[in-house]
């Protein structure tokens, strides 16, 4: 039977990352199953990337500060929640979040909590301030929106069992949702390579790696520059000269701007490639034209991008630190270090030293493991199973 869902979410601008395009791709193949989905967000009405969001969305702007107050969400909720079977809120610690909770609690309408990570104790130990300032409204509205939640979906067992560990005040219904991607869209991957080529022709006959999300200290990008600056310098002329890095994602803020000169001061100046975002073929094309996908992330939950570096037969050098580690190392379709300078290089090390047969193989591991775990359509399925299903047992 299909099923009217609605998503609650702070914003659907495409630059906030893995939450809004995890949104997008599982709600158009639950919308090729027949089920009607809808959003509210509380963007400005006016704001480009509402009107070019592809599913029917109600933007109540007045989404006011870091927190996102806004007195429009809660009567709105009152007043629709009776057109859906579910609401499924997409990240906590904002209002959107406790507003959920304050209009639905006593409704029947059922609610369901994504945290996309966002309980994941590496943030305790990286921001303990904001940790504190958590604490001091954790228990009067997070841990309430959790508490009462139909359910509260993790997108993989890693993720379900770390966010156990940030407060010790917890209790939730906990599911695992098969969380993925749809890949590349049909057509031919050499021209959605060439295209990229000729849009940054540096990049051409080189032996690429690409790093691509958001230049966010979470993802470790100074590790990345620190590390490729190693591996060059213990290189052969010749070598070196043959490498080549594509660092792919919005850089035009402070951090962004620090990570350039990081680079310069490296060195590297001549050897990277900065895209600034980049969609659709352009993004595409990203993966193509790189041998091997970089990430060496403190925290992720589970890593779109790197799903999406695996559905275009792309090995993935990755931390354990992204959630999903496990399943790669399994399925030998990437490689796993820590996350710290020393692992980043080791990464580089092994991938240097695979003969060109072993990195084929790994290749073609990585488009079967995409394919038998992290395609959308397992996904899709996963979210309204939970959806549906009678509530689960208290943790």
Request: proline share 6%.
């Amino acid at each position: 039977m299909p099923l009217k869902i609605l998503h609650v979410i702070r914003s659907v601008n495409p630059a906030g990352g893995g939450p809004i395009e995890g949104l997008k791709q599982m709600a158009a193949a639950n919308l090729a199953r027949g089920h009607h989905i809808e959003v509210v967000t509380l963007d400005a009405p006016d704001a480009p990337w509402v009107g070019s969001c592809p599913l029917k969305t109600h933007a109540l702007g007045a989404g006011r500060g870091g927190y996102g107050y806004s007195g429009k969400l809660v009567p709105w909720l009152g007043s629709n929640h009776r057109n859906y079977d579910a609401v499924v809120v997409d990240g906590i610690w904002q209002y959107h979040a406790f507003a959920v909770w304050r209009a639905l609690r006593k409704t029947a309408t059922p609610y369901f909590v994504f945290t996309h990570g966002m309980l994941d104790p590496w943030f305790k130990q990286a921001y303990p301030l904001k940790h504190l300032k958590k604490w001091l409204y954790w228990p009067w509205a997070d841990y309430r929106v959790l508490r009462d939640a139909a359910a509260v979906l993790f997108t993989c067992e890693e993720e379900r069992l770390l966010a156990r560990q940030s407060f010790w005040l917890y209790r939730c219904r906990e599911r695992v949702v098969n969380f993925g991607t749809a890949g590349p869209p049909p057509g031919e991957a050499e021209a959605r390579r060439r295209l990229f080529a000729q849009r940054w022709p540096e990049t051409e006959g080189k032996r690429c790696l690409l790093h691509l999300g958001r230049v966010h200290v979470k993802k470790a990008p100074d590790l990345v520059l620190k590390a490729f600056a190693q591996e060059l310098a213990e290189l052969p002329a010749t070598e070196a000269a043959a490498r080549h890095l594509i660092m792919a994602g919005p850089a035009d803020h402070a951090y962004g701007m620090e990570m350039q000169t990081l680079a310069t001061s490296l060195g590297l100046a001549k050897k990277i490639t900065w895209t600034g975002m980049i969609t659709g073929d352009l993004k595409w094309g990203a993966y193509y034209q790189s041998e091997a996908f970089l990430l060496p992330s403190h925290q992720e939950n589970f890593g779109i991008v790197v799903a999406e570096a695996l559905a275009c037969g792309r090995p993935v050098l990755i931390s354990n630190k992204i959630n999903i580690w496990r399943e790669i190392e399994a399925d030998g379709a990437g490689l796993i270090e820590a996350d710290d300078l020393p692992g980043t290089l080791r990464l580089l090390r092994r991938w240097r030293e695979l003969p060109a047969q072993a990195r084929t193989e790994m290749g073609a591991r990585a488009g079967q493991c995409f394919r038998r775990r992290f395609h959308i359509d397992r996904s899709a399925e996963s979210l309204i199973e939970a959806l549906t299903e009678p509530r689960l047992k208290s943790s």
